[in-house]
């Protein structure tokens, strides 16, 4: 097909579209742009320019913690989003893991006991030769751009990027000058905590930080790719909230540490087995924090502060680039994925990090703007391997037959509508199943063979503090699901 060169107007800062027959496909447009266009010959290339453009924004071990979601968090940026938007209450990763989670949705495939398992999970090592996400756009006319965290490593796929992922470089992880020394000396003895403390509150601009710089050169690359002759598919990874908890000192002025509530859930669910709670190594990385044992009552509550500080901070960062789409006039044909890879414990059943399969581990926050959708939120029960589906049925491009999640399309036009009975999860021993009421896990060990199940009743007990699984009378519930999931196991390619 003949490639014509598509007219890119600015006017006012904006950054619109036109062709002589479909005339302005973005808003911001302005009736003097209507007069040029007349005086400009132009020829169409309307299957691709009516594409729209995708937005992919992906938080780091952001779990629902936000405004939008009913949580005392100040996230004003993104609420704003959600307003304008579908929000998805009952969302999923499908391993609470960030490469493994990363690697399920960029290939479209869940996961099983070999692949997608760990934190630094390469796709294209799991799953050779799958079309992902990105070349799959690339592939459909596409320029695809990968700023910050997006796959976890940023190599893997990198043909499926029209230029090479970026990603900041030599940012410190700490700004006060005693955490830098304590980080590299910790670092150097090499042995736990080998990091620096898990949380810093420096009196700091946000411009040196990582997610500033990612959200600076986002700002820069949208400029100049709305300019391109191809609609785009700008993917961008914020870092936090993912541990340290470093955050500029104004964003944890935001909260009154006296009103910082201490855990909820604070308490190993009666009668849940062994398998289900970890030791949060990852959190014991980190100075401060005690080897073994709970942390302090105080440090409980200064990590949940952290938390909502960097949540605010990035926040704030994905304003700035949300500013820039209105700025250059993309709104009306940009589609606006937001998606946290996985859930977090803020002390929810003892457990601090991601690593498990409660409720609080697999839940993620998921928000989804698209042209002609009115706003909304839904209690469908959906996963994060639909994302590339629903990205490709909004583009009107192909869906791969290898996808393994569905389309959220219908769910965005009738959020209330009955939907999928089932969200499938994994991590490491642990399989779990999230249906309307309930969620039943199921550890197993190296033969399949049943070692624990827990079953937590959605609507008595949403804190998931009591395993009725032990119960006998619920032994028929525990069977009705363990069927479902070596259903879901044997359709993820995995062995039921
Ligand atoms: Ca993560």
């Known amino acids: 097909m003949q490639i014509d060169p598509i007219l890119a107007i600015r006017d006012l800062g904006s950054c619109v579209k036109f062709t002589r027959k479909q005339g302005l496909l973005n808003s911001a447009g302005h009736l003097v742009l209507l007069t040029v266009l007349a005086v400009i010959p132009l020829q169409v290339r309307a299957a691709e320019l009516s594409r729209p453009n995708i937005l992919f924004l992906a938080v780091d071990d952001l779990r629902p913690e936000l ?42 495939l869940r996961p099983t006991a070999t692949r997608f398992v760990t934190a630094s999970t390469s796709a294209q090592k799991d799953a050779p030769g799958t079309v992902t996400l990105n070349t799959h756009f690339r592939n459909h006319g596409y320029h695809t751009v990968s ?14 990027w029209s230029e090479t992922p970026w990603v900041p470089a030599g ?29 810093e509150s420096a009196d700091q601009p946000d411009t040196d930080y990582e997610d500033s710089m990612i959200a600076t050169r986002a700002i820069a690359d949208l400029q100049r790719i709305c300019r391109s002759d191809k609609p785009f598919f700008l993917a961008v990874g914020f870092k936090k909230p ?43 990385h980190y100075s401060g924090i005690p080897q073994t044992g709970p942390v302090s ?25 949300l500013n820039e789409l209105d700025v250059l006039g993309l709104n009306d044909n940009t589609i606006i994925m937001l998606w946290g890879d996985h859930g977090w414990n803020l002390g929810e059943h003892t457990l601090w ?25 839904t209690q469908g029960l959906t ?19 290898h996808l393994q999640g569905d389309s959220l399309v219908p769910l965005l036009r009738d959020p209330k509508r009955q939907w999928k009975s089932a969200a499938y999860g994994r991590f490491r021993q642990g399989n779990t199943v999230r ?59 995995d062995a039921p």
């Open 242 to 284: 993912h541990l340290p908890f470093v955050a500029p000192q104004k964003y944890w002025d935001l909260y009154d540490r006296d009103q910082i509530e201490s855990p909820k859930d604070y308490l190993v669910p009666q009668g849940a087995p062994a398998e289900a709670i970890h030791d949060w190594g990852e959190l014991r």
């Open 353 to 377: 990090c991601k690593h498990s399969c409660f409720e609080v581990s697999m839940r993620v926050p998921l928000i989804v703007h698209a042209p002609g959708i009115s706003p909304g939120s």
């Open 67 to 108: 405004g939008c979601f009913g949580e005392p968090v100040i996230s004003p940026n993104i609420d704003r989003l959600a307003a304008k938007s579908v929000r998805f209450d009952r969302a999923y990763c499908t391993v609470p893991t960030c490469g493994a989670s990363r690697a399920s949705i960029f290939t479209g």
């Open 147 to 160: 700023l910050g965290k997006v796959f976890h490593i940023p190599g893997d796929n990198a043909h499926g």
């Open 171 to 199: 940012v410190p992880e700490y700004f006060a000058a005693e955490n830098m020394t304590l980080h590299e000396q910790r670092a150097k003895i090499g042995e736990k905590p080998d990091r620096g403390p898990a949380w």
């Open 435 to 493: 249906t309307e009421q309930f969620r039943y896990t199921q550890y197993t060990n190296n033969t399949g063979h049943i070692l624990s199940q827990m079953l937590y009743n959605h609507v008595a007990d949403p804190g998931e503090n009591t395993n009725i699984a032990v119960d006998k009378d619920n032994a028929s519930i525990s069977e009705t699901h363990s069927v479902l999931l070596s259903d879901l196991k044997l359709q993820s390619g």
């Open 297 to 321: 009552d105080d440090a409980a509550r200064k990590l949940i502060h952290g938390y909502k500080a960097c949540i605010s901070f990035v926040d704030s960062q994905i304003g700035q680039l």
């Open 383 to 401: 996963e994060l391997v639909d994302m590339y589906p629903t990205l490709c049925d909004l583009a009107g491009i192909p869906l791969p037959d």
